[in-house]
């Protein structure tokens, strides 16, 4: 079993995370994202993390360039990680923004009085795990991982290699593994792997898979709210986190639910 905190007793006001810093408000995966989803009430952030052609991180969600290119980018087209990461910094995306890197979107997770607000750093690219995990132990003291309610950071992925890379190298770093729809290999891969919170999405979660997360003594996160109704049925689950594009609609659910 994990070394974890209890989950939050079903406290129907789960914490907000800001997706792709806030997907639905910015250039998602952007350091302007991040900042702005800190400012519209997000608890925790999450970003995703890829390959350039020289192993150098780089944050975007897609394998490709081509959603989220601005027109006028001179790089527009092609794989992320056919692109070294020199070639990929002229890459433009809206509102002028760049393809951050990991050490960016740290620095922008604060809020303005200087508190750290935990990062949900997601690896898109397995081979991309002991990066994150380095830059992380690099950053933050090992004691600052030992509580998953107060971590500065989780490394998260759908990826099970990614995960057991990060448990390898960097054990005291919570993780957690993320999927679409639960089944027995997924809670098995969690127990394997020592996960300290799980991630589904909203409408594949079923009442047992929530139930059998906190029997597990594992938090639960769902993704990606983007609804009332999506909303609704993620509190009607109940969940720990609670992934929005949107933080202050959610918020703003949230006071009236």
């Not at 070639?87 to 009085?113: S, Y």
């Amino acid at each position: 079993m994990p070394d974890v905190q209890p989950p939050r007793d079903q406290d129907p006001r789960p914490l907000l995370v800001g997706h792709r810093g806030a997907a639905a408000l910015e250039p998602e995966n952007t350091v302007r994202a991040v900042r702005r989803g800190i400012a519209e009430g997000a608890d925790l952030v999450e970003f995703d993390v890829h390959l350039s052609a020289d192993g150098q991180d780089v944050i975007l969600h897609d394998p490709e360039l081509d959603r989220t290119a601005a027109p006028a980018s001179p790089l527009r087209h092609g794989r992320v990680d056919g692109y070294t990461r020199t070639e990929l910094d002229t890459v433009l995306l809206e509102h002028g923004e760049r393809l951050p890197r990991l050490a960016q979107m740290l620095d922008a997770a604060h809020r303005p009085d200087g508190a750290a607000v935990p990062a949900l750093v997601e690896v898109k690219a397995p081979a991309a795990a002991s990066l994150v995990v380095a830059a992380l132990r690099e950053r933050f003291p090992r004691q600052a991982f030992a509580d998953p309610g107060t971590s500065p950071a989780w490394v998260i992925s759908f990826h099970p290699a990614a995960l057991a890379a990060a448990r390898a190298e960097a054990p005291e770093v919570p993780r957690m593994l993320i999927a679409h729809a639960a089944d027995d290999a997924f809670f098995a891969v969690a127990e394997e792997l020592e996960v300290a919170q799980l991630s589904l999405r909203i409408r594949d979660c079923r009442p047992e898979d929530a139930a059998r997360c906190r029997e597990g003594g594992r938090r639960l996160n769902l993704w990606t709210a983007r609804t009332e109704e999506q909303l609704d049925r993620a509190l009607d689950l109940g969940c720990d986190t609670l992934t929005v594009d949107d933080p202050a609609w959610a918020r703003r659910r949230l006071a009236g639910a």
